[in-house]
Nanobody
Framework: QVHLVESGGGLVQAGDSLRLSCAAS????????VGWFRQAPGKAREFVAA????????YYKPSVAGRFTISKDSAKNTLYLQMNSLKPDDTAVYYC???????????????WGQGTQVTVSS
């Protein structure tokens, strides 16, 4: 099994930056694809960004491309999401996830974290 714990969320103003972390434990993620999803109140969960644990094939939701950067530190078993130029529309609970498949299909994943709240004021 894989256990994921997010941290780094908070309240910021539009234009600010924030870095989210996802600490992984349990089974190695060497062959997994990992990523970030988010869910705003009253809305469905949506994909944000993903990367293979190997570091290959990063991919972003178009609305965050150029502002967000996904990365990982294998030595620390930690996934990151650097978020710059934050907008009020980025407000949501952010979840990290891991899947054994080659890509995320919709919002399906094998493992989920509990989420961390990101609130961006105007």
């Amino acid at each position: 099994q894989v256990h994921l714990v997010e941290s780094g969320g908070g309240l910021v103003q539009a234009g600010d930056s924030l870095r989210l972390s996802c600490a992984a434990s349990g089974r190695t993620l060497s062959t997994y694809r990992v990523g970030w999803f988010r869910q705003a109140p009253g809305k469905a969960r949506e994909f944000v960004a993903a990367i293979n644990w190997s570091g290959s094939n990063p991919y972003y939701k178009p609305s965050v491309a150029g502002r967000f950067t996904i990365s990982k530190d294998s030595a620390k078993n930690t996934l990151y999401l650097q978020m710059n130029s934050l907008k009020p529309d980025d407000t949501a609970v952010y979840y990290c996830a891991a899947t054994r498949t080659t890509q995320f299909m919709g919002v399906k994943a094998d493992y989920w974290g509990q989420g961390t709240q990101v609130t961006v004021s105007s």
